[in-house]
């Protein structure tokens, strides 16, 4: 990305006489520079944490065995201590079966149940 440098033509064209008007215009366009000059600091880091973004997602390791038997465990039943949940039942299985399906498990054992 170029950094913002306004050109010469596009700058107030300042003469020999002062007005409130020309000091006023002279004022804006330096306050805008100074927000071009923010915004291009602020899309730089936008750029470069988007980019460590993307380069830590490369890295995310994926234990599929583990991740098969924690959602397989879900579908099993749960617990004493997941008794508070039983309203969420269906959605814990939606989950579950999400999950396995996005993980291309058959499930297949599943569906009589």
Not at 7 to 30: C, G, K, M, P, Y
Not at 56 to 77: D, I, N, P, S
Not at 87 to 92: E, K, Q
Request: aromatic letters at 10%; one cysteine or more.
């Amino acid at each position: 990305m170029q950094p913002y440098t306004p050109s010469a033509s596009s700058r107030f064209q300042e003469h020999e006489l002062r007005t409130q008007t020309s000091i006023d215009q002279i004022n804006v366009e330096s306050l805008v520079e100074e927000l071009c000059k923010d915004l291009e600091s602020v899309y730089v880091t936008f750029i470069l944490l988007t980019f460590i973004l993307v380069i830590q997602t490369a890295l995310v390791r994926l234990y599929r065995k583990k991740h098969e038997k924690f959602l397989k465990q879900g579908l099993e039943g749960c617990g004493r201590a997941y008794q508070a949940l039983d309203a969420s039942r269906p959605w814990l299985v939606y989950w579950c079966v999400h999950g396995l399906a996005l993980l291309n498990t058959d499930i297949s054992d599943y569906k009589i149940r």
